[in-house]
């Protein structure tokens, strides 16, 4: 079942994968997580990533945020090819182009909300003025203005993971990557959050949810599932009656 | 660049907050660099005072002064081939200055002779012992410095007429005129009475072995009249220029062979001596007295060090899904690496500050409680023991600023 709710029309293609496979050698054994996945994400879908452990989602999810690199196969990225950067090019791929939200939050938890929002501005060289005032801007936008100066502690589940999404917008990247950002939630928090990703995706940001959950997953507009490391089905929604516009 | 200042900027906050976090656990880190670099810097303090105290009792030798001497005083292995060597006499400062005069361009300058015997110096019920009783020529104060607290040395006409007149060492006018000036006043070695005609200023001891102070100078002839028995002389000789002190030997020698009507197929059978030849003689036990020391001392800031490199590690360990997190935001390896190394340094810096001031106030507490005892903290041990401090820390945080720095995101991210 997909949600057909106000379908933007999509972008250009921001992610093309094909044929990535991944293995792991694990002492004698070779785990093969993804088996030749092949994936186009364009700008302004909301995507879901679903599958049983061990399907080879988070493998999957580790590609597309460039915290890890194929075994075989093709990866660009907005037209550049990720799958023989280093380290640090990868590090800066990410830092300007994809924005996480993990299941755990991953907040400092010494510092204030700006100061985590302000994180990947520091990465990115952003003079200190102008990165106190995005980051604060961030915190606005999911409804954090009267937060800046909260620490992790100070602030509820739901709070932190809204400032993990700040953080996630903060250098205006090309895809939001939310890893089960529901996961450590209570059902009535997780749907303040699934409102506002659906917020930000009507706003026109780029989201791909990875997630095992099916109440989460039918928010996106496509999903595909996979299995034991292949995509086993790929559903995109159909606006009714409008037809899909074309980006040129 | 801009990018490296604000990590650098962002590193120094994280490595602040850090040690405010955890205060017991920094704190005993710091403490070993603390203790560390109080041993360093006291041990260093130690060393340059003996190298002060050491360099002064150089000084008083003089570095144009060439002595010439029975036996040389560098240590020697073979003193079977010294000990039938004749003495040096006095007498030898009249043709030794005869034939300088007569050479053109010669080296040398002057030779003044000197002769010495220990005794005891009493003043009425008043006595001193082991005093240094120094016969010598109204030439004297020409080739050492000679510093007078009240009057002044005897003149040719003294020396000549071997008047039983006397200039007083600091310690013994001290010791036997606490009250008064010795000037004019009489005091009695071996049963004559010496008149006092100068007190010698304050110049403490050689190498801390015996008080410069305690000592009588008297004319030489007057010396000869009364203490020649077992008495030790020696002729010392000025240089014209002491960068050609090699020269001036040479020539010496060549005079002393002359004086000595050796022939040429005999070894020499005497010693020309000069401040080098006692410097190359401690040089060695002072600079491994030194080398100890610092090794010694080095050995505690040592463990400081593990300390700092231990706590690190755990920093790491128990951070790797903060460094995961951070890598996910786009640090790099070279962001993580310093941050680390930020943190390692700064405990380090924390220790080294906290050590200098009390380095500092125990120099100050020993320097106030013995004053003659050459301590000194300078500026120098201050950066020498900062830049040691950083260091420390630098090496100490390397291996685990570097294993934090490359972890794979994913495998930090996943950690628990």
């Given at each position: 079942?997909?949600?057909?709710?106000?379908?933007?029309?999509?972008?250009?293609?921001?992610?093309?994968?094909?044929?990535?496979?991944?293995?792991?050698?694990?002492?004698?054994?070779?785990?093969?997580?993804?088996?030749?996945?092949?994936?186009?994400?364009?700008?302004?879908?909301?995507?879901?990533?679903?599958?049983?452990?061990?399907?080879?989602?988070?493998?999957?999810?580790?590609?597309?945020?460039?915290?890890?690199?194929?075994?075989?196969?093709?990866?660009?990225?907005?037209?550049?090819?990720?799958?023989?950067?280093?380290?640090?090019?990868?590090?800066?791929?990410?830092?300007?182009?994809?924005?996480?939200?993990?299941?755990?939050?991953?907040?400092?938890?010494r510092s204030t909300s700006l100061r985590n929002v302000e994180l990947p501005l520091i990465y990115a060289g952003i003079d200190a003025e102008v990165r106190e005032e995005r980051a604060a801007d961030s915190l606005r936008a999911v409804g954090l203005?009267?937060?800046?100066?909260?620490?992790?502690?100070?602030?509820?589940?739901?709070?932190?993971?809204?400032?993990?999404?700040?953080?996630?917008?903060?250098?205006?990247?090309?895809?939001?990557?939310?890893?089960?950002?529901?996961?450590?939630?209570?059902?009535?928090?997780?749907?303040?959050?699934?409102?506002?990703?659906?917020?930000?995706?009507?706003?026109?940001?780029?989201?791909?949810?990875?997630?095992?959950?099916a109440d989460i997953a039918r928010h996106a507009r496509r999903i595909v599932h996979l299995r034991d490391g292949l995509v086993e089905s790929d559903a995109t929604a159909e606006q009714p009656e409008i037809e899909t516009l074309a980006f040129t | 660049?801009?990018?490296?200042?604000?990590?650098?900027?962002?590193?120094?906050?994280?490595?602040?907050?850090?040690?405010?976090?955890?205060?017991?656990?920094?704190?005993?880190?710091?403490?070993?660099?603390?203790?560390?670099?109080?041993?360093?810097?006291?041990?260093?303090?130690?060393?340059?005072?003996?190298?002060?105290?050491?360099?002064?009792?150089?000084?008083?030798?003089?570095?144009?002064?060439?002595?010439?001497?029975?036996?040389?005083?560098?240590?020697?292995?073979?003193?079977?081939?010294?000990?039938?060597?004749?003495?040096?006499?006095?007498?030898?400062?009249?043709?030794?200055?005869?034939?300088?005069?007569?050479?053109?361009?010669?080296?040398?300058?002057?030779?003044?002779?000197?002769?010495?015997?220990?005794?005891?110096?009493?003043?009425?019920?008043?006595?001193?012992?082991?005093?240094?009783?120094?016969?010598?020529?109204?030439?004297?104060?020409?080739?050492?410095?000679?510093?007078?607290?009240?009057?002044?040395?005897?003149?040719?006409?003294?020396?000549?007429?071997?008047?039983?007149?006397?200039?007083?060492?600091?310690?013994?006018?001290?010791?036997?005129?606490?009250?008064?000036?010795?000037?004019?006043?009489?005091?009695?070695?071996?049963?004559?009475?010496?008149?006092?005609?100068?007190?010698?200023?304050?110049?403490?001891?050689?190498?801390?072995?015996?008080?410069?102070?305690?000592?009588?100078?008297?004319?030489?002839?007057?010396?000869?009249?009364?203490?020649?028995?077992?008495?030790?002389?020696?002729?010392?000789?000025?240089?014209?220029?002491?960068?050609?002190?090699?020269?001036?030997?040479?020539?010496?020698?060549?005079?002393?062979?002359?004086?000595?009507?050796?022939?040429?197929?005999?070894?020499?059978?005497?010693?020309?001596?000069?401040?080098?030849?006692?410097?190359?003689?401690?040089?060695?036990?002072?600079?491994?007295?030194?080398?100890?020391?610092?090794?010694?001392?080095?050995?505690?800031?040592?463990?400081?060090?593990?300390?700092?490199?231990?706590?690190?590690?755990?920093?790491?360990?128990?951070?790797?899904?903060?460094?995961?997190?951070?890598?996910?935001?786009?640090?790099?390896?070279?962001?993580?690496?310093?941050?680390?190394?930020?943190?390692?340094?700064?405990?380090?810096?924390?220790?080294?500050?906290?050590?200098?001031?009390?380095?500092?106030?125990?120099?100050?507490?020993?320097?106030?409680?013995?004053?003659?005892?050459?301590?000194?903290?300078?500026?120098?041990?201050?950066?020498?023991?900062?830049?040691?401090?950083?260091?420390?820390?630098l090496v100490s945080g390397f291996a685990p600023a570097w294993s934090a720095s490359r972890l794979d995101p994913v495998t930090a991210l996943r950690y628990e």
């Amino acid at each position: 079942m997909l949600n057909t709710d106000t379908i933007r029309p999509r972008g250009p293609i921001v992610i093309d994968i094909e044929n990535i496979t991944k293995h792991y050698v694990m002492g004698e054994e070779t785990v093969h997580a993804l088996r030749g996945v092949t994936l186009q994400i364009h700008r302004n879908e909301y995507l879901a990533i679903m599958g049983p452990s061990g399907s080879g989602k988070s493998t999957l999810m580790n590609m597309l945020g460039c915290l890890d690199t194929p075994s075989s196969g093709r990866y660009e990225f907005n037209g550049k090819d990720v799958s023989a950067m280093n380290d640090d090019e990868l590090a800066t791929i990410r830092n300007h182009e994809i924005g996480f939200v993990f299941q755990t939050f991953n907040l400092l938890p010494r510092s204030t909300s700006l100061r985590n929002v302000e994180l990947p501005l520091i990465y990115a060289g952003i003079d200190a003025e102008v990165r106190e005032e995005r980051a604060a801007d961030s915190l606005r936008a999911v409804g954090l203005g009267d937060r800046l100066q909260h620490k992790p502690n100070e602030l509820s589940g739901g709070q932190r993971q809204r400032v993990a999404i700040a953080r996630a917008l903060v250098n205006n990247p090309s895809i939001i990557l939310a890893d089960e950002p529901t996961g450590n939630l209570d059902s009535k928090t997780g749907e303040e959050i699934m409102a506002l990703l659906e917020n930000l995706y009507q706003e026109g940001n780029t989201i791909i949810l990875v997630t095992h959950e099916a109440d989460i997953a039918r928010h996106a507009r496509r999903i595909v599932h996979l299995r034991d490391g292949l995509v086993e089905s790929d559903a995109t929604a159909e606006q009714p009656e409008i037809e899909t516009l074309a980006f040129t | 660049m801009k990018r490296f200042i604000y990590e650098l900027s962002e590193s120094w906050k994280i490595a602040f907050a850090q040690m405010q976090s955890n205060k017991t656990r920094s704190m005993l880190t710091a403490l070993g660099v603390i203790i560390g670099i109080v041993a360093v810097t006291l041990m260093g303090t130690a060393i340059t005072g003996i190298q002060t105290g050491f360099d002064r009792s150089m000084s008083i030798l003089g570095d144009d002064v060439l002595y010439v001497s029975q036996f040389p005083w560098a240590r020697v292995n073979d003193w079977w081939n010294y000990r039938d060597r004749r003495e040096i006499k006095t007498e030898y400062a009249e043709p030794l200055n005869r034939m300088i005069a007569a050479t053109p361009n010669s080296n040398l300058l002057l030779a003044v002779p000197t002769s010495s015997i220990t005794k005891s110096v009493k003043r009425g019920d008043n006595q001193v012992t082991g005093i240094l009783i120094q016969g010598t020529t109204a030439d004297y104060p020409l080739i050492s410095v000679v510093d007078f607290n009240e009057g002044r040395f005897f003149n040719e006409v003294e020396n000549r007429a071997a008047g039983n007149v006397c200039l007083l060492g600091y310690d013994v006018a001290d010791a036997l005129f606490p009250s008064e000036s010795p000037i004019g006043k009489e005091v009695q070695i071996s049963g004559q009475q010496f008149r006092v005609l100068g007190v010698g200023a304050r110049q403490g001891s050689f190498l801390g072995l015996f008080s410069l102070d305690s000592i009588v100078i008297v004319p030489l002839p007057t010396f000869k009249k009364f203490f020649s028995a077992k008495s030790e002389s020696d002729v010392r000789v000025k240089v014209r220029d002491k960068l050609k002190l090699a020269d001036a030997k040479d020539e010496l020698t060549g005079l002393m062979r002359r004086v000595r009507a050796l022939p040429p197929e005999k070894k020499n059978d005497f010693d020309i001596n000069e401040q080098q030849a006692f410097k190359s003689t401690l040089d060695p036990v002072k600079n491994s007295i030194a080398l100890a020391g610092l090794f010694i001392t080095g050995l505690s800031l040592f463990v400081g060090a593990i300390g700092i490199m231990n706590i690190t590690f755990v920093s790491v360990k128990e951070r790797t899904k903060e460094i995961g997190t951070r890598k996910a935001l786009g640090a790099r390896r070279r962001t993580i690496l310093l941050q680390f190394l930020i943190e390692s340094t700064s405990l380090c810096i924390l220790g080294g500050l906290i050590g200098l001031t009390f380095a500092y106030a125990m120099c100050f507490a020993i320097a106030t409680a013995f004053p003659s005892f050459p301590v000194q903290f300078s500026v120098g041990l201050v950066l020498i023991g900062m830049f040691v401090s950083v260091f420390t820390g630098l090496v100490s945080g390397f291996a685990p600023a570097w294993s934090a720095s490359r972890l794979d995101p994913v495998t930090a991210l996943r950690y628990e």
